[in-house]
């Protein structure tokens, strides 16, 4: 979704990947971000908060009558139908990632 958007375009690609795993480890409940994943992707959850709350929002209020190609593809079961997922609540992700 995000390469279709000239917004991320200025994002380093490691912290749009973690920013992006981040948010669907919480979406799914997964649980937070460890000190492995930190240590790893050299990244703190808290520097990841403000992008992760960007992507959200583009989950949430993106345009639905233009560029369908990349729902439409990860609206397949093959790829598990992750364009169909619900995005989160603004107020809930932000209370999650505070407390974390």
Not at 14 to 34: D, V
Not at 42 to 65: A, E, I, M
Not at 69 to 76: E, L, P
Request: hydrophobic content about 35%.
């Amino acid at each position: 979704m995000t390469l279709q958007e000239y917004d991320y375009a200025r994002e380093s690609p490691s912290k749009l990947a973690a920013s992006c795993l981040l948010l669907a480890l919480t979406m799914k409940n997964l649980g937070g971000w460890t000190p492995t994943l930190e240590y790893y992707s050299g990244y703190r959850s808290q520097d990841l908060h403000s992008l992760v709350k960007r992507l959200n929002f583009l989950l949430t209020y993106q345009p639905r009558d233009k560029l369908k190609a990349v729902r439409t593809k990860y609206s397949h079961r093959v790829f598990f139908e992750v364009a169909k997922v619900t995005p989160m609540d603004m107020l809930k992700l932000e209370e999650i990632l505070n407390c974390c």
